[in-house]
């Protein structure tokens, strides 16, 4: 089998849709089919995985766009494979898989960031002026809706639903497959070691609880709102500890205003991920929208309680109460913290960790792959 992996850039050390490509090339390369990433920039490729970068001469993002585009397809009337699998809009492919979520949602509720309803609407507006996420849409509305639309890989029931809002698809062009985790990596018997320097570097004793959040868009990650949720616990053990690129300058000084900023710390990029879940007691993330968090997954892998909300496809796999809480309302800051006070108890957080680590054979890379192959032996059976 070869397989074209379609990503407009490749860099591993950004995470989400980029770790999983290079991840996803070398897992099926291991079962003997030859992938290719088919990318406009590439770095920080590992040895062993094969590439095709495509050229880019305009120096505007919605140019650049185009350039991929029109340089994607030269590059398939010229090379064969047997599936074009694309991560982004593109003109032609067999199966489409939107990790941040559908094109045509994205214009028309990217104003999920902000919690203002005046910013909300002025986002709103700002979305469907932006002619790169319009061009995006375009792109998607002629690809579905053309006579032989590819199947669409949603990452989650939370995504079927956004699919199914925007576009009239037979039933079996939809498939959810929920991302993948690299379980040699974010292995918690192998980080244990991890936990006592991690919380050292902070200044923390055993007794203190510690909620991780992982994070870049911080706003619609809802780092307000857990910063808020922790000021409302009287509980001086509970602490944050917040990882990820972003302007942290505002939060600093909320968490300062409510007299808590010794309980809030921000850790910046990391590529300690795997020791950060280890050194955590929780895991928080009152998204507004998420497709799939790969980070929520992780931290499940890792045997963490999570706080998330039903926004964030990764809670399909938990059970309320079991694997942690999943929060209706984003905004809901009491409830938020009440949820945070529940995980006071050790027994409680030992006995939700547990149930985290049994889901860890779902999660898997192989498992993953292994259903991604029949859904790759599907669509060529049906091109024959």
Not at 3 to 19: F, H, K, S, Y
Not at 254 to 273: C, D, N, Y
Not at 282 to 311: N, Q, W
């Amino acid at each position: 089998m070869n397989v074209a992996l379609v990503i407009p850039r490749v860099d591993p050390a950004r995470g989400g849709a980029e770790r999983y490509t290079v991840d996803l090339a070398r897992g099926l390369g291991q079962r003997g089919v030859k992938a290719t990433l088919v990318a406009q920039d590439l770095h920080g490729l590992p040895a062993g995985v094969a590439a095709v970068e495509l050229p880019a001469r305009s120096a505007s993002r919605l140019g650049r766009y185009g350039d991929f585009l029109a340089a994607l397809d030269e590059h398939l009337r010229s090379a064969q494979y047997d599936v074009v699998h694309a991560m982004l809009p593109v003109r032609r492919c067999d199966l489409y898989h939107p990790h941040a979520g559908i094109a045509a949602e994205a214009v028309r509720g990217g104003h999920r960031k902000y919690n203002h309803p005046i910013r909300r609407a002025l986002s709103r507006a700002a979305n469907r002026i932006n002619l790169k996420r319009r061009a995006f849409v375009r792109t998607e509305r002629k690809l579905l809706e053309g006579g032989y639309p590819p199947v669409v890989l949603c990452l989650s029931n939370y995504v079927k639903g956004e699919v199914r809002r925007h576009y009239q698809l037979p039933e079996d062009k939809l498939v959810r497959l929920f991302n993948a985790v690299d379980l040699t990596r974010f292995d918690p018997v192998q980080a244990a070691d991890q936990r006592p320097v991690i919380r050292r570097r902070w200044g923390f004793d055993d007794d203190k609880i510690v909620l991780l959040m992982i994070a870049q868009d911080f706003a619609r990650k809802g780092l307000h709102q857990a910063i808020a949720a922790l000021a409302r616990m009287n509980d001086p053990r509970f602490a944050l500890v917040v990882t990820g690129k972003g302007k942290i300058e505002k939060y600093q000084s909320q968490a300062k205003s409510l007299g808590i900023a010794g309980r809030v710390h921000f850790a910046g990029v990391t590529t300690e991920a795997p020791a950060f879940y280890a050194s955590a007691d929780a895991f928080v993330l009152p998204t507004r929208h998420d497709p799939c968090s790969l980070v929520v997954l992780e931290a499940l892998a890792m045997g963490l309680p999570v706080i998330s909300t039903r926004f964030n496809g990764a809670c399909e796999i938990m059970e309320e109460g079991r694997h942690g809480f999943i929060l209706d309302d984003p905004a809901d800051v009491e409830t938020l913290s009440a949820a945070m006070g529940k995980l006071s108890d050790r027994s409680i957080r030992r006995s939700m960790g547990q149930a985290c680590l049994e889901l860890r054979p779902a999660l898997s890379q192989d498992h993953h792959v292994e259903r991604l192959l029949a859904i790759y032996d599907r669509i060529m059976a049906q091109k024959k």
